[in-house]
């Protein structure tokens, strides 16, 4: 079993709908990472948190440490929005920075 | 300003061939990391190097596989004798401190013929 589990694998949405992508973990965590790759490019660090709730335009993520869960939301979508999007995980304790990575979500939004 | 940069941006190599993958990170940041996307498979985590402490190679999948980092910027990841299983996409990240957000490079494609 992976470490950090996302779901759906795969999601289609019509544009304007309100999408969610959740990830959980089973280790110790001191931050979780939201990440987003578009197809051929590169990887986009949307969110570091560590608790709570942050926000960002059309993007927001949520982490519920005790249940170590985290879902990302994106409101009234956009075809640009289509991509793969990444739930990564920093283990609690130690001096490493290394993140462990979810298999990620692929995002479509149809116009 | 300038991110993280990646050279080349693809690589294709003969089983056998060592490959040098170069990684020029943001000016000022002290942390570096090195990534493996593999085709069908996810991120990996392979080596990471923080100012002058002994780097995390816990990730190197073999001992053909080597990183370096000199003067605290540039890095450059070593493969040996390559095979077809090191085909994949090699991002480098670098992040300002030990644990800030990381900035990732556009990658480079290795392909292993």
């Known amino acids: 079993k992976n470490e950090v589990e996302q779901s759906p694998q795969n999601l289609t949405a019509q544009e304007g709908e309100f999408i969610t992508i959740n990830c959980s973990y089973s280790v110790g965590i001191s931050a979780l990472h939201w990440l987003q790759q578009h197809p051929g490019g590169g990887i986009v660090s949307l969110f570091m948190l560590s608790s709570g709730k942050k926000k960002h335009g059309r993007l927001i993520a949520t982490i519920n440490i005790q249940e170590k869960h985290s879902s990302l939301h994106i409101t009234a979508s956009h075809p640009r929005d289509s991509a793969v999007y990444i739930c990564?995980?920093?283990?609690?304790?130690?001096?490493?920075?290394?993140?462990?990575f979810g298999t990620g979500t692929l995002l479509a939004v149809q116009p | 300003g300038a991110g993280v940069s990646q050279s080349p941006s693809n690589k294709v190599t003969e089983k056998g061939k060592d490959v040098e993958l170069r990684c020029d990170p943001i000016s000022g940041h002290t942390a570096l990391y090195w990534y493996r996307q593999s085709l069908g498979q996810g991120l990996e985590f392979l080596i990471y190097f923080q100012g002058n402490s002994a780097p995390d190679k816990s990730g190197l999948p073999s001992d053909r596989f080597s990183a370096e980092r000199t003067g605290g910027s540039v890095s450059t990841l070593t493969i040996q004798r390559t095979q077809q299983e090191d085909s994949a996409v090699y991002l480098c990240?670098?992040?300002?401190?030990?644990?800030?957000?990381?900035?990732f490079g556009p990658g480079t494609r290795l392909t292993v013929l």
């Open positions: 990564a995980v920093r283990l609690y304790g130690g001096a490493t920075n290394k993140l462990i």
């Open positions: 990240a670098s992040s300002r401190g030990q644990f800030n957000e990381q900035f």
